[in-house]
C-alpha cells in the first residue's frame, strides 16, 4: 500500500498582552497521545485551507482569528502508531500559519485537549511536545519580534 498522508495545517496561536508582550496559546493533547501542542488539523476534502484553519481554530479555542499570516513552510510527520480513526492514513502534511486570536478565556475541544495555558516563547518551547512544533513556533517568533 503507498504512504497515504492526510493533509493538514498548523497554527501557531498568540496574543498580545495589554504590555505588548507575545504570549502564545498551548494545548495539552489527551487524543491519540499526550503533550502539548498547537491547533492543527485536518483539510476535509473540497475545503480551502483557509475555511479548515477558521474551523479548526474555532473547534480547538472557541475564538475567531484576528489576523492570519502564511509562512512558506511546510513539512509532514507520520503517526507513532496506527489511528483507529485514521484507517489507511499513515501520517499527515502540514503548512505553518500564525493566527492572532484575542486573550482570553479558551473554550477547549475536551475530546482534544485537557487544558491550555497562555506562555511566553521561552516557557511555550519548553512544554511543546514535537520538535517540529517547536522549529514553527521559532519562525514565528522571529516573525512577531523582529
Avoid at 38 to 63: H, N, S, W, Y
Avoid at 80 to 85: I, W
Avoid at 117 to 138: D, I, R, S, V, Y
Amino acid at each position: 500500500m503507498a504512504s497515504k498522508y492526510r493533509k493538514g495545517i498548523f497554527c501557531v496561536t498568540y496574543a498580545i498582552d495589554c504590555r505588548g508582550r507575545v504570549k502564545y496559546s498551548i494545548f495539552k493533547r489527551k487524543l491519540h497521545w499526550k503533550g502539548w501542542e498547537f491547533p492543527k488539523g485536518g483539510v476535509k476534502k473540497d475545503e480551502r485551507i483557509l475555511d479548515a484553519l477558521k474551523r479548526e481554530i474555532k473547534e480547538e479555542t472557541g475564538l475567531e482569528p484576528i489576523k492570519i499570516k502564511k509562512f512558506d513552510v511546510s513539512g509532514k510527520y507520520k503517526y507513532e502508531k496506527t489511528l483507529l480513526d485514521r484507517d489507511g492514513i499513515l501520517g499527515q502534511t502540514y503548512v505553518l500559519y500564525a493566527v492572532m486570536i484575542k486573550k482570553a478565556k479558551i473554550k477547549i475541544d475536551k475530546l482534544e485537549h485537557s487544558k491550555y495555558k497562555w506562555e511566553n516563547f521561552k516557557t511555550a518551547m519548553k512544554k511543546l511536545t514535537w520538535l517540529n512544533q517547536q522549529k514553527c513556533l521559532k519562525i514565528v517568533d522571529r516573525w512577531l519580534t523582529k
